[in-house]
């Protein structure tokens, strides 16, 4: 089955706490990350891949970025005269919590939900990166006769409210599910992604509306684990959860691995982002680069080792950036020295400054700072 019969809902502000130096002028579905994406790339590429073309996507807050970025959708292929990609509007200006109160969230989109014509509804936030194919998600739904799907990882259960961590039977049903249990063990958690029937949906929130509940996994996934058939579907390749500074980081990093970056970006499921056209990398004489991603438009004349360079970086000659992520337009100057830092957009480091952070702390420079 494909996925023209599935409405794509995207939560781009859930999360948004978590990594609160980055999202203070942005969602979380606009952070950047890996050179020239940005997180929501990831959810939109894994839908319009298998053919959904119809995608809504619910904003709160600091989404000006956001709306840039997508513009009419047209990299995804849902720049359409029907159907194609919709930002719904703030659904709440109260501050709702960490996970943005989806269920508040929900109802106030009830109206597109209940003109969409698709039979299915697939939910997905942006801090869970992965690529993964929905048309096998939809067969395994279908072949299981299940009334909840959730895509789910094997591992040590991310530091967030509200995760859904699942004991599965062999076939993968799911016999008992806690919410952000506390545990060192790895278990089966949830990334977000759930696969459900439009009319189940309305059925629950209806009911979750009545009843004044407002905890969505809790209230609707956990509460009616014994009533319905919710199975889990578990993500093949890389995946990962973003929770922290620390895991936006090592995420980063995690794809100067090559076989990481091949299960990330597997050609037969592209990830799609807007189309910036630049000019190709410029390295100077004398300059060294290794073990890095670097984007077009950068101009490298010193040192770069295990480190990722958006757009439009220029690094001086005598500078060095090492185990570090350094946003679009932002400038290096000379015998300058970078070690596990997070530069945002448009940062500039005068000559001779150094800064050092470390793996499990990098040292975070705000957008636009000059140090």
Same mark, same amino acid.
């Given at each position: 089955?494909?996925g023209?019969?599935?409405v794509?809902?995207?939560?781009s502000?859930a999360?948004d706490?978590?990594?609160?130096?980055?999202?203070?002028l942005r969602?979380?579905g606009?952070?950047?990350?890996?050179?020239r994406?940005?997180?929501?790339d +990831?959810?939109?590429s894994n839908m /319009?891949?298998?053919?959904?073309?119809?995608?809504?996507?619910?904003?709160?807050s600091?989404?000006?970025?956001? @709306?840039d970025h997508?513009?009419t959708?047209?990299?995804w292929d849902l720049?359409r005269?029907?159907e194609?990609?919709?930002?719904?509007?703030?659904f709440s200006m109260?501050?709702?919590?960490?996970?943005? &109160?989806?269920i508040?969230s929900?109802?106030?989109?009830?109206?597109?939900i209940?003109?969409?014509? #698709? #039979?299915? /509804?697939?939910f997905?936030?942006?801090?869970?990166?992965?690529?993964?194919?929905?048309d096998?998600?939809?067969? +395994? $739904?279908?072949?299981?006769? *299940?009334d909840i799907t959730i895509v789910?990882k $094997?591992?040590?259960?991310p530091?967030l409210?509200d /995760?859904?961590? @699942?004991?599965?039977e062999?076939?993968?049903?799911?016999t008992?599910?806690?919410?952000s249990p506390?545990?060192?063990?790895e278990?089966?958690?949830?990334?977000?992604? =759930?696969?459900?029937?439009?009319?189940?949906?309305?059925?629950?929130?209806?009911?979750? =509306?009545?009843?004044n509940?407002?905890?969505?996994?809790? &209230?609707?996934?956990?509460r009616?684990v *014994?009533?319905?058939n =919710?199975?889990?579907?578990?993500?093949?390749?890389?995946?990962v959860?973003?929770?922290?500074?620390?895991?936006y980081?090592?995420?980063? @990093?995690?794809?100067?691995?090559p076989a990481?970056c091949?299960e990330l970006?597997?050609p #037969?499921?592209?990830?799609?982002?807007? /189309?910036?056209?630049?000019? %190709?990398?410029?390295?100077?004489?004398?300059?060294?680069v290794?073990?890095?991603l670097?984007?077009d438009?950068?101009?490298v004349?010193?040192e770069? #080792?295990?480190?990722?360079?958006?757009?439009?970086v220029?690094?001086e000659k005598?500078?060095v950036?090492?185990?570090?992520?350094?946003?679009?337009?932002?400038?290096?100057?000379?015998?300058a020295?970078?070690?596990?830092?997070?530069?945002?957009?448009?940062v500039?480091?005068? %000559? $001779?400054?150094?800064l050092?952070?470390?793996?499990?702390?990098?040292?975070?420079?705000g957008?636009?700072i000059?140090?």
């Amino acid at each position: 089955m494909t996925g023209k019969n599935i409405v794509g809902i995207i939560f781009s502000n859930a999360y948004d706490e978590c990594i609160s130096e980055l999202t203070g002028l942005r969602t979380m579905g606009s952070v950047p990350f890996a050179c020239r994406y940005r997180l929501i790339d +990831f959810a939109l590429s894994n839908m /319009v891949n298998s053919g959904i073309e119809k995608v809504g996507v619910l904003t709160k807050s600091n989404y000006q970025s956001l @709306m840039d970025h997508l513009g009419t959708g047209k990299p995804w292929d849902l720049s359409r005269k029907t159907e194609g990609m919709f930002i719904l509007p703030p659904f709440s200006m109260a501050d709702s919590g960490n996970n943005g &109160d989806k269920i508040a969230s929900l109802k106030g989109i009830m109206g597109f939900i209940s003109r969409s014509t #698709e #039979e299915y /509804v697939l939910f997905s936030d942006c801090n869970s990166i992965l690529n993964i194919d929905i048309d096998e998600l939809m067969d +395994f $739904h279908t072949e299981k006769g *299940s009334d909840i799907t959730i895509v789910y990882k $094997h591992g040590k259960i991310p530091a967030l409210n509200d /995760v859904i961590v @699942m004991d599965l039977e062999e076939n993968g049903k799911a016999t008992q599910i806690t919410v952000s249990p506390v545990t060192e063990d790895e278990v089966d958690y949830s990334l977000n992604v =759930i696969l459900m029937k439009k009319s189940l949906l309305e059925r629950l929130l209806n009911e979750a =509306i009545s009843l004044n509940y407002n905890d969505f996994e809790a &209230d609707i996934i956990q509460r009616n684990v *014994s009533r319905l058939n =919710i199975y889990g579907f578990e993500a093949k390749g890389y995946a990962v959860t973003i929770d922290s500074m620390q895991t936006y980081f090592k995420a980063n @990093m995690d794809l100067l691995d090559p076989a990481n970056c091949d299960e990330l970006f597997a050609p #037969e499921r592209p990830v799609y982002t807007k /189309v910036r056209d630049d000019m %190709p990398a410029i390295y100077g004489l004398g300059s060294s680069v290794k073990n890095s991603l670097v984007a077009d438009g950068c101009i490298v004349d010193g040192e770069v #080792e295990n480190s990722i360079l958006f757009r439009g970086v220029r690094v001086e000659k005598g500078a060095v950036v090492k185990n570090s992520i350094v946003m679009q337009g932002s400038y290096i100057a000379e015998n300058a020295s970078l070690n596990c830092v997070v530069a945002d957009k448009s940062v500039v480091i005068t %000559p $001779h400054k150094t800064l050092s952070g470390a793996e499990n702390y990098p040292v975070y420079i705000g957008k636009a700072i000059v140090i």
